[in-house]
């Protein structure tokens, strides 16, 4: 019979019974009926046709020996009598000790019915779980010789058919638990140690099923099946008895479930012919069991084959950055621990790390590895995993695990076999890929590759161990990375499809769905503080995703909760202590650390300056090294927990730079060559070159969006730089470091990588804008870096000039053009590193109308129109940055001077107004992309990703 026919004939019962009510009540001569007698009844003694317990239930008037326990004849008895005559004193113990726990939750203020909703809470089987709210009511309850007797109130019985539901189920799951405990001690002696935990195990999982059946069945859910219910009756018993007497549980599920079923059945049936109005779901349920008591033992078999008889389950979490979790997160694994513990499950967490990602130490700017030095891998070799919890983390939490901040299932594939073997897990939890897709070590394929090599390598290590092996979730979008949701999809479908292959005989593999419980994609991502890692609701989903792995496809655990609506919101407190001092390297700030915190953000300014520019840092220290002696720089500082929150500004420090680092390297020359680039420069001159230790050479992606920064360094003047991409441009720099640190770069000629000289610009057109300005335009080519315009004064009979100011924009404005602008042909080359084209076709304008009133006198020295070479000393396609670009840790701040062609008045800076004009475009353009480096490093996902190794 299905569950809507059943819904149908429970519904018109309820009807009828309803309707019989007031006729009952017609005419002058007839009483009032209570409602204590809706569901009434016979108070006479019933065998029960042999079952374990039988039910008399009515108005306390009709009770005989039991009217004196209620306060008033309209109050409502719900008896249960017991008939185990085997284990008779067994049973009254049983009822005592469940009067006694109700009366002492009274005693605390509950009524009866939270009461009532607190055991069925926690002995919950998870096909139902308790609703919250329904009706309330209170009463009492007693065991008298061989019953326990629910008394109601007359003032609290209600008449919605709703109300009788919850009172009927809670009675009836009730009778059914101390009933099925009695039955099942008949297979132990009496006081045998294991008798109470397994048979108070097997009664609460009965009587919890029974009454989450009953409740679902009236509230219009579906009920399952047989399966479904022996499924989360072994769940149950088994999360309950623990490993202590798993043994005992199973000794009794041989002999005993068959003759326990048996009984039940029976006794429900008995209640059926009791309860009219209830008779259908009852009998359904008692028909539906026939059978199961194999069924239940099969099902207990197969969970002693996941964790062993008599020891907790061991369970190692494999992961990144998810699953490790930042300084101060509660982390999903410690919301799966909870889990456990409230599903009676022991448990023991095993792997070689306990912490969270501790907070990088506040240390300066790095020296920059010399070219052929081997590569460090941190997340490998020292990985940060000495981090606190939040602070309202159980100090019993079990927090061993193996799971790093950046790691790969290209780098563990490596580790798991040696992990397994050292901490023999008895289950893994694996979530991994991320960090693969996401980091181009691999696209889909080679991902699921890596991850299966894992397993296998693990397996090996240990041919019984179980997976739970998790997809990997979607991340708010990312410019420039519209591959990696389309990558993503394409993996987590391919895993899906793979997964059911990869189990043995002896070693099981089920997946996660990861991505489909975690609130998170490319539009928004809810779950996660920075578009990737899970804020506090986010690790309720995570956790979820694997309870509901662990409990459906493994029989762990009795039932899989929601995630909870509200959760603790994330300390975000003022940063305190902030000093700013200068330092050799140039000015250092730092702060007192705050507990918690995702990251800081620092906004720095030049004094004076209106505009700040902000930074994204992760330690407690900040660090300005691209400055000139002299500059008064100005700092504030918030803490910034993303999308958890930000603090408040702090109050502004200051501090004049007085830098030691060398200037930057001269005449820098850049080579494209097939899959890099050549460079070459000049040792600079000035004070501080005399220790100057090494030279970084630092490239960037222009035409990768998010791209990040390529750094490397020689002790000499030139360096190759391979593996690049080609066909892409590259922006190149070169700064020198000396004891004191790193100093400013020099910005050279980008280059395209693959390409030799470009062809010249074709179409060239020249629009007056005013008597003294142009625009100029023109086509270019994919081979070129940029272009430079070439200027000559026809009516003096000049040589064309060309500035170093290179343009990757096919169009340059030209101004100051005196004594007017049809003075002057105009011309365009294509660079490409130190490669440059012809001169394109030249361009004129004609004379103006008359009358415009332009005067004649020679065009002002520094307008960038035509200067020839650069002034010596600077720096060939770059030389010295403007004024205005000092910076903290790679970016200038907005509006300090970047492409103002003059440093501020009394900066001693000495360089010419003419050559901050030409070089203001490569500066700018380095600060810009140091900028945008640093913030998509923030956000990217996790930063210590290191290549696979």
């Known amino acids: 019979?299905?569950?809507?026919?059943?819904?149908?004939?429970?519904?018109?019962?309820?009807?009828?019974?309803?309707?019989?009510?007031?006729?009952?009540?017609?005419?002058?001569?007839?009483?009032?009926?209570?409602?204590?007698?809706?569901?009434?009844?016979?108070?006479?003694?019933?065998?029960?046709?042999?079952?374990?317990?039988?039910?008399?239930?009515?108005?306390?008037?009709?009770?005989?020996?039991?009217?004196?326990?209620?306060?008033?004849?309209?109050?409502?008895?719900?008896?249960?009598?017991?008939?185990?005559?085997?284990?008779?004193?067994?049973?009254?113990?049983?009822?005592?000790?469940?009067?006694?726990?109700?009366?002492?939750?009274?005693?605390?203020?509950?009524?009866?019915?939270?009461?009532?909703?607190?055991?069925?809470?926690?002995?919950?089987?998870?096909?139902?779980?308790?609703?919250?709210?329904?009706?309330?009511?209170?009463?009492?309850?007693?065991?008298?010789?061989?019953?326990?007797?629910?008394?109601?109130?007359?003032?609290?019985?209600?008449?919605?058919?709703?109300w009788w539901q919850k009172w009927i189920a809670a009675g009836v799951s009730l009778g059914i638990t101390i009933a099925s405990s009695a039955v099942c001690l008949l297979a132990f002696n009496v006081g045998a140690p294991a008798a109470a935990p397994v048979c108070g195990a097997v009664g609460g999982a009965l009587g919890a099923l029974v009454g989450e059946l009953m409740n679902a069945y009236f509230d219009d859910r579906s009920l399952g099946d047989a399966e479904v219910w022996k499924e989360a009756l072994a769940v149950a018993m088994w999360g309950a008895v623990g490993g202590a007497f798993a043994g005992q549980l199973m000794n009794w599920a041989a002999a005993g479930t068959t003759s326990l079923i048996t009984k039940v059945q029976v006794s429900l049936r008995h209640f059926a012919t009791k309860l009219k109005a209830f008779g259908d779901v009852l009998t359904f349920m008692a028909g539906s069991m026939a059978g199961m008591g194999p069924k239940l033992l099969e099902a207990l078999e197969r969970l002693r084959g996941i964790s062993g008889t008599a020891t907790p389950l061991r369970v190692m979490v494999v992961g990144d950055s998810m699953s490790q979790g930042d300084e101060g997160d509660w982390t999903w694994r410690y919301r799966l621990w909870q889990w456990f513990k409230s599903q009676h499950v022991e448990v023991d967490f095993v792997g070689p790390y306990k912490g969270t990602r501790n907070r990088p130490d506040p240390v300066g700017p790095a020296v920059p590895p010399l070219q052929g030095e081997p590569p460090t891998h941190p997340s490998v070799e020292n990985p940060p995993v000495s981090g606190r919890y939040a602070a309202g983390v159980d100090e019993d939490f079990d927090s061993d695990h193996f799971a790093v901040w950046g790691r790969q299932a290209a780098q563990d594939k490596k580790l798991i076999g040696s992990m397994v073997t050292q901490y023999r897990p008895d289950l893994l939890l694996v979530g991994l890929g991320f960090n693969d897709m996401g980091w181009f070590v691999s696209g889909a394929q080679g991902t699921l590759d890596s991850v299966k090599t894992l397993v296998d390598n693990a397996r090996a290590a240990k041919p019984d161990l179980r997976f739970a092996v998790a997809n990997v979730p979607q991340r708010s979008a990312i410019g420039g990375r519209e591959d990696l949701p389309v990558t993503t999809a394409a993996y987590n479908d391919m895993l899906a499809r793979a997964i059911p292959s990869w189990s043995t005989q002896t070693s099981r593999v089920e997946s996660v769905d990861w991505a489909g419980s975690y609130d998170c994609a490319a539009k928004a991502c809810p779950a996660a503080y920075d578009g990737l890692h899970p804020n506090a609701l986010g690790e309720f989903q995570i956790a979820r995703a694997f309870e509901q792995t662990l409990h459906r496809r493994f029989g762990i655990g009795r039932f899989v909760p929601d995630a909870p609506r509200t959760v603790p919101a994330r300390p975000t407190p003022a940063v305190s202590g902030l000093v700013a001092e200068a330092v050799p390297s140039g000015i250092r700030v730092t702060w007192q650390p705050v507990f918690g915190a995702h990251g800081y953000t620092v906004r720095s300014r030049i004094a004076g300056n209106a505009v700040w520019s902000e930074l994204p840092v992760a330690a407690n220290r900040f660090d300005t090294t691209w400055t000139m002696d002299g500059w008064k720089w100005e700092y504030q500082v918030r803490t910034d927990n993303g999308d958890d929150g930000t603090s408040a500004w702090s109050p502004t420090v200051s501090a004049v730079a007085d830098p030691e680092t060398a200037a930057p390297p001269e005449k820098i020359v850049t080579r494209a060559t097939a899959r890099g680039v050549d460079v070459s420069w000049d040792a600079p001159k000035g004070p501080h070159t005399d220790t100057i230790d090494r030279y970084e050479i630092i490239l960037w992606d222009k035409d990768t969006p998010g791209a990040f920064f390529q750094s490397t360094a020689v002790k000499g003047r030139s360096a190759h730089v391979d593996d690049l991409k080609p066909g892409h441009r590259y922006l190149v720099a070169v700064a020198t470091w000396n004891r004191a640190g790193g100093g400013m770069p020099g910005v050279a000629r980008s280059v395209t990588v693959g390409a030799g000289t470009p062809p010249k610009p074709t179409d060239l057109k020249a629009t007056a804008v005013d008597p003294t300005t142009v625009q100029l335009d023109w086509k270019g080519s994919k081979e070129a870096a940029g272009y430079r315009v070439w200027v000559r004064n026809v009516t003096e009979g000049g040589a064309f000039t060309s500035d170093e100011y290179v343009t990757e924009d096919t169009g340059r404005g030209i101004a100051f053009l005196f004594p007017g602008y049809w003075n002057f042909e105009f011309c365009v080359t294509a660079i490409n590193g130190a490669a440059e084209s012809p001169r394109s076709d030249c361009v004129s304008l004609p004379n103006p109308p008359s009358g415009t009133g332009v005067g004649g006198g020679e065009p002002p020295s520094g307008t960038g129109v035509g200067s020839g070479e650069p002034p010596s000393g600077t720096g060939v396609g770059g030389g010295e940055p403007p004024s205005g670009t000092g910076v903290g840790s790679g970016e200038p701040p907005s509006g300090t001077g970047v492409g103002s062609g003059e440093p501020p008045s009394g900066t001693g800076v000495g360089v010419s107004p003419s050559t901050a004009s030409i070089l203001e475009k490569g500066a700018a353009e380095l600060a810009a992309a140091l900028r945008d480096a640093q913030r998509a490093r923030s956000t990217a996902g996790d930063l210590a990703a290191v290549p696979a190794g």
Do not use: W
Not at 6 to 32: C, D, K, N, W, Y
Not at 55 to 60: D, F, I, N
């Open 1 to 162: 019979m299905s569950d809507g026919i059943l819904v149908l004939l429970v519904s018109l019962a309820l009807m009828f019974t309803t309707a019989a009510e007031p006729a009952a009540a017609q005419g002058p001569e007839a009483a009032p009926v209570k409602a204590c007698a809706a569901h009434g009844t016979s108070f006479t003694a019933d065998s029960g046709d042999g079952g374990p317990v039988t039910l008399r239930m009515g108005c306390a008037q009709d009770a005989g020996a039991l009217r004196p326990l209620a306060k008033s004849d309209g109050d409502l008895v719900m008896a249960f009598e017991f008939h185990v005559p085997e284990r008779r004193q067994q049973a009254r113990d049983l009822a005592r000790t469940l009067v006694e726990e109700t009366r002492a939750d009274q005693r605390a203020g509950m009524s009866l019915a939270e009461s009532f909703a607190k055991r069925a809470r926690r002995d919950s089987v998870g096909v139902y779980p308790p609703q919250g709210g329904g009706p309330d009511f209170d009463g009492q309850v007693h065991a008298v010789d061989d019953s326990i007797v629910l008394i109601a109130p007359a003032g609290d019985i209600g008449t919605a058919a709703n």
